[in-house]
């Protein structure tokens, strides 16, 4: 941690920072010194004429007023030190929750980069950013001569922050399989993501420390397990990381065990069914609403009450896709109800990329990429490009002379089967698709491999960043507030030593609402790692 960065928490005193000293100040002893009433007890009387200086007789304007400047002075002096936020010594500097870092390279967004300025923050909300920027002087200063300081990335889906559920056995069996109760088969689509929301999960640390400021948290279960909500990477309490916002509804291709719906094309048919029986059951509502008399109160149902705003198009479904036939499922669904859609994962996706382009809808490609064929390992990347370009389709095996070619073409089918994953957002960035990025099943410390295997696959730089940062805010419709670094926003920042998409790249410091979060020592900066203990004070 840099020298400037460590003196936050020290406690020790910094040369421009301001000290109080309340009690000792010239002008308290002044009106002190003015008070000649004391008795001989030392107790304040009513002074006579006599016992006033020549200056102070014309009135006693003075007298009352050294008395009661006294009096707040004896009850000052009995109020516990905490409630002024530190203590009567002059040792102590004033608490201060402004951050300037400094001479850094400042990527404000895609494309809009200042080469040397400096970032100002205070209370968790940017308030400054350019060249030339008066540094407040009560501000924590950070040297960023090394530094390059980006937006907070955002993750667009994830179950980080929900525990899993512990493994329970076999799930409670029903008399009706075709028609078990609605948790039975894995639909709460009223649940929230926000109860179950833990700051000291562990991947929530791991994210945090990958550079993920802000993330879209779902809740874990099966088809309709409940709403996400964004929530920030860091808090004292679930409540804490809570950001008021989208709320979607949660839905997957995960079917109930043991009883209905428990296959994919089950899970299509009871989406339209509550679909259609929340529409029917909402139109009712309407009616009771604007003239009840002589009709039966509709009952309450509170799966069907949280399909309202998703019909309304007030609430958007958020899609998890993971191949590309639920892909094309989802999309089917869409079609045939019309709800708002967000559709996230798109694994395959290198083969929707038309499909999805007309259909205009909001996307989150995963960072999740197929593990390496085994032989390719400690292959060379040049080597591995000439077994590539060896591929051919057509290769079949005559005789056992044969086999060795075959060997050698299916290890060359691996690898171009595996890049077709790792060049989908190429695919997407050519067809001028804006799309963000999800972690959902990744580990923390892929994020940035996977990300520069990408970028060598043929995205750009700038698309990848923009998918993390700006692109990813406008999906969640938080662009107001988060994506960039511009005065007004929030101040979730990862600053970075090198270009961020660089081999060589690490974080050193990661911003969440203001608060400081810096790997250890023993991380490693993009992977995964410990947390130091200093951070800067109140948030």
């Known amino acids: 941690m840099s020298s400037s960065s460590a003196s936050l928490t020290t406690g020790q005193p910094k040369p421009d920072l301001l000290y109080v000293d309340t009690w000792r100040t010239s002008r308290h002893r002044t009106h002190l010194d003015a008070l000649k009433g004391l008795d001989a007890g030392g107790m304040l009387g009513t002074p006579s004429r006599a016992h006033l200086s020549p200056t102070l007789m014309p009135s006693f304007r003075g007298i009352r007023l050294g008395a009661a400047m ?322 051919n389709e057509e290769t079949r095996t005559a005789t056992y002379r044969d086999v060795e070619a075959e060997k050698d073409n299916l290890e060359a089918r691996q690898l171009w089967s595996r890049n077709r994953y790792v060049g989908t957002a190429a695919l997407y960035e050519e067809a001028g698709v804006p799309f963000a990025f999800t972690t959902m099943g990744v580990e923390p410390g892929d994020v940035h491999e996977n990300l520069r295997e990408m970028i060598a696959a043929g995205l750009s730089s700038d698309a990848a960043l923009a998918a993390l940062t700006t692109n990813a805010a406008a999906l969640l419709n938080a662009s107001g507030r988060m994506g960039s670094v511009e005065t007004g926003k929030m101040a979730n920042l990862v600053v970075t030593e090198g270009d961020v998409f660089d081999q060589d790249s690490s974080v050193k410091m990661i911003f969440v609402a203001g608060q400081l979060h810096e790997p250890s020592r023993e991380g490693s900066g993009n992977r995964s790692g410990r947390e130091s203990d200093e951070t800067i004070p109140n948030r």
């Open 70 to 391: 006294l009096a707040a002075l004896i009850w000052l002096s009995s109020v516990p030190d905490k409630a002024f936020g530190q203590k009567n010594s002059p040792d102590i500097p004033v608490v201060s929750n402004v951050v300037a870092i400094e001479n850094a390279r400042i990527v404000q967004a895609p494309g809009r980069v200042i080469e040397s300025g400096t970032v100002v923050f205070r209370d968790g909300v940017i308030t400054a950013v350019g060249r030339r920027v008066d540094v407040p002087y009560d501000a924590h200063v950070i040297a960023g001569d090394s530094l390059t300081v980006y937006a907070g990335f955002i993750d667009a889906l994830s179950h980080v922050g929900i525990p899993a559920p512990r493994n329970q056995g076999q799930p409670e069996s029903v008399p009706d399989r075709s028609n078990p109760p609605f948790d039975r088969a894995g639909i709460t689509p009223e649940a929230s993501a926000r109860p179950a929301l833990n700051p000291e999960h562990d991947d929530l640390e791991k994210l945090r420390l990958a550079g993920f400021t802000t993330v879209m948290v779902a809740p874990r279960g099966r088809m309709l397990p409940g709403q996400a909500t964004m929530a920030l990477s860091s808090g004292t309490n679930g409540s804490d990381m809570i950001l008021q916002g989208m709320q979607p509804m949660f839905f997957q291709f995960r079917g109930a065990q043991g009883v209905y719906p428990g296959t994919p094309m089950a899970i299509m048919s009871k989406f339209r069914q509550l679909f259609r029986e929340a529409d029917r059951r909402m139109k009712l509502e309407a009616m009771y609403a604007e003239d009840p008399n002589g009709l039966t109160r509709p009952p309450f149902d509170a799966v069907h009450e949280a399909f309202f705003p998703v019909i309304s198009r007030e609430r958007h479904v958020l899609v998890w896709t993971d191949e590309v036939l639920e892909i094309h499922r989802a999309m089917s669904l869409q079609e045939d109800l019309g709800f708002s859609m967000i559709l996230a994962g798109l694994s395959g996706g290198f083969d929707t990329v038309d499909k999805v382009s007309s259909s205009g809808l909001p996307i989150a490609l995963t960072l999740d990429l197929p593990d390496k064929p085994r032989f390719a390992a400690k292959i060379k990347q040049d080597s591995l490009q000439h077994i590539l370009d060896s591929y």
